[in-house]
């Protein structure tokens, strides 16, 4: 986990910087272009006017090859120290024989030196503000010097260069600061996608309930599986199989996310969902039996696609229960997984297994049955005893599609008694 928010933390930063080296390959030729005109306009034709015009050529030739080249782009950010300062040095050096006011001109400069450092700040690279910030201050030095400025402007300008640095580098910590709070907010939310549907997701993010320590909830809980899936693939290549686990998968998710569940694991070939929680939804086991009967449905469109080919049918088996479960982030310190847990988790387990005795494609719980009510017409099958629990547990089938269960007679009320029992 640390090694992937790294890589997230390394990947906005990139972003930050290419947005800030398209910022400054803009800003450089409009900031030249003023530049070159003052000094028209003060000192007419000069060799300092030739440098400035050679250093806008090469602002105007950085700024199209940098749109041009990715690459370019990227290393767009050593022109700070390597040709901003140079430039300007450059320049002032030869208008300082042609300055009333040599000292005056040296100082002009420190203002410029002090605002090619704050752009330094903006590469978000600690090395290139204090090479910025060193190469500032020799040829401040230099220009003081020829100049012939008093200590005092000499070394006053070496620390208001300091000063400077030191600033860029708080600036620049805290821009660092910010793409890291950006690369966590990019993963929690990328973790929230994986589980919960955009609309489930988006209300987590503004909801202040915290599900870090586990809460009970009041969930329906759906278990579905392939059935027969390994003897209908033993003669299939490994790619082929997992290309059609990441098919299958994705069209099961996308229709759980359609009825806002919430996604907990993958199992083999078939998967967990629940309803009802982190977010409260007073239908979900509505919801729960609306999304099984769509994944029914999702499923016979693949098969019809797989009968094109002249493949087998996949059989999709799906059970579901209602009751109380505890919903959290649950597990180690250094490994921990959003999900569900408790008796109800089970008993979904368990109800999934028993589509195999019944040859039923959906079983749904008693206590399921009873949250539906009278949304959905539904049918009793059995009443089975599970392994652990002493209530015996009602199943039921939506009257559509059909359900046919074995040894059981296809006329039973849900009033019924005396139904076979079943050792879960």
Not at 267 to 288: C, E, N, T, W
Request: glycine share 8%; aromatic share 8%.
């Amino acid at each position: 986990m640390a090694d992937y928010r790294s890589e997230a933390f390394q990947k906005i930063l990139e972003q930050e910087r290419q947005w800030n080296a398209r910022y400054l390959n803009a800003f450089r030729p409009v900031g030249v272009s003023l530049f070159l005109l003052l000094q028209l306009a003060v000192y007419g034709p000069t060799r300092g006017t030739y440098v400035l015009a050679g250093y806008w050529a090469l602002a105007c030739l950085l700024f199209f090859t940098a749109r041009a080249s990715e690459r370019v782009s990227r290393w767009s950010t050593l022109a700070v120290p390597f040709l901003d300062l140079p430039a300007v040095f450059l320049k002032q050096w030869l208008d300082l024989g042609l300055a009333k006011a040599p000292p005056a001109l040296a100082n002009f400069t420190l203002g410029l030196f002090m605002l090619i450092l704050m752009l330094s700040a903006f590469t978000l690279r600690n090395r290139q503000v204090l090479l910025t910030g060193v190469l500032a201050i020799v040829f401040e030095y230099c220009l003081q010097w020829r100049a012939q400025d008093t200590p005092l402007g000499k070394f006053g300008s070496i620390a208001a260069l300091l000063l400077a640095a030191l600033l860029c580098e708080v600036a620049l910590a805290g821009r660092i600061r910010m793409a890291r709070r950006l690369a966590e907010e990019h993963l929690r939310r990328e973790k929230l996608s994986r589980y919960f549907s955009p609309q489930v997701a988006a209300a987590i993010d503004l909801s202040e309930e915290s599900f870090t320590t586990g809460q009970t909830c009041d969930i329906t809980v759906l278990f579905s599986d392939l059935r027969g899936f390994t003897a209908a693939t033993e003669n299939s290549p490994p790619g082929e199989v997992v290309c059609l686990l990441n098919q299958f998968h994705a069209q099961m998710v996308e229709v759980i996310f359609a009825h806002d569940g919430t996604l907990d694991k993958y199992i083999g070939d078939g998967l967990m969902a629940y309803f009802g929680a982190p977010v409260k939804q007073s239908d979900h086991a509505v919801r729960a039996l609306q999304c099984a009967l769509a994944m029914q449905s999702a499923l016979r469109l693949l098969n019809a696609r797989r009968a094109a080919e002249a493949k087998p049918p996949l059989r999709l088996s799906i059970g579901l229960h209602t009751g109380s479960a505890v919903v959290g982030s649950i597990g180690a310190a250094n490994r921990r997984e959003f999900t569900a847990i408790g008796d109800t988790v089970n008993v979904a387990a368990r109800i999934e297994n028993l589509t195999r005795e019944y040859d039923c494609g959906l079983l749904i719980s008693g206590a399921t049955a009873h949250h539906i009510g009278e949304a959905h017409e539904l049918r009793a099958v059995a009443e089975v005893r599970l392994r652990g629990r002493s209530e015996p547990v009602q199943l039921f089938v939506p009257t559509e599609p059909a359900c046919q269960a074995r040894g059981v007679q296809s006329e039973i009320t849900s009033g019924s008694v005396g139904l076979p029992l079943a050792n879960g």
